[in-house]
């Protein structure tokens, strides 16, 4: 009799010991691994940290143009949707298509909608420009100054975004973020990262592939992703 009743209370109690193991589990951390790098892999490498922190994001509109019959200005006709973000006052680089490497100034000085694309009159600095000459224009659009990382840190796997957070010296985890704004040099960090962690720039696929190597079968770290402040 006591055999039986004992029978009867385990299995009415099975089901929240169950649950209860099954809470646990849920709840129980995904494992994360750390990627090592020594000293001279790091060097073969040149294995590069940036911090992570607040940065001007900068995007650029490149379109082409040609100098004007005076010589001292620049005429363009962009037609792309990017043209929104142009605004007089912004500044821009520009040069020949054959040679960056002499590159002029110019200001934005004006913008003309015309038929869906818009008209672009700028100034340019300095003398010696050719009239009708020819010329690339990467016009700097300031958006402004957000928590970023550098964009070569970032890789991109399945929809996800990836970057590899130093956990300590000589040691690399694999963590996932989300981005919004993506600029020339930068690219903002939505979530996933806080100010003052260090991320692999220069090396970053490297450290990639030996942690995929390692364990191919698990899944990309970053379960752990924190919230920056």
């Known amino acids: 009799m006591k055999t039986s009743l004992l029978l009867v209370l385990m299995v009415l109690m099975l089901p929240g010991v169950l649950a209860q193991a099954g809470v646990r589990d849920h ?37 082409a143009g040609a100098v004007d019959s005076r010589g001292t200005g620049l005429q363009a006709r962009h037609c792309l949707a990017d043209a929104a973000l142009l605004a007089p006052g912004q500044r821009i680089i520009a040069f020949a298509p054959q040679s960056k490497s002499s590159a002029a100034q110019a200001w934005l000085r004006r913008l003309e909608p015309q038929q869906g694309c818009v008209m672009i009159q700028a100034d340019l600095l300095g003398s010696g420009h050719r009239p009708g000459q020819l010329y690339v224009m990467e016009i700097i659009v300031p958006r402004g100054r957000f928590l970023a990382v550098p964009k070569e840190a970032i890789i991109e796997q399945e929809g996800r975004s990836l970057v590899y957070v130093q956990s300590q010296a000589g040691h690399y985890r694999a963590r996932t973020i989300h981005t919004g704004l993506r600029g020339e040099r930068y690219t903002q960090v939505l979530h996933g990262l806080a100010a003052g962690e260090q991320v692999v720039t220069l090396g970053s696929f490297f450290i990639h592939a030996q942690q995929q190597l390692a364990a191919p079968s698990s899944p990309a770290a970053g379960s752990h992703a924190h919230h920056a402040h």
């Open 27 to 63: 709840t129980r951390p995904a494992p994360s691994r750390d990627t090592p790098v020594s000293e001279a892999q790091g060097q073969v490498l040149s294995l590069t940290l940036a911090a992570v922190g607040r940065q001007q994001i900068q995007q650029w509109v490149r379109t």
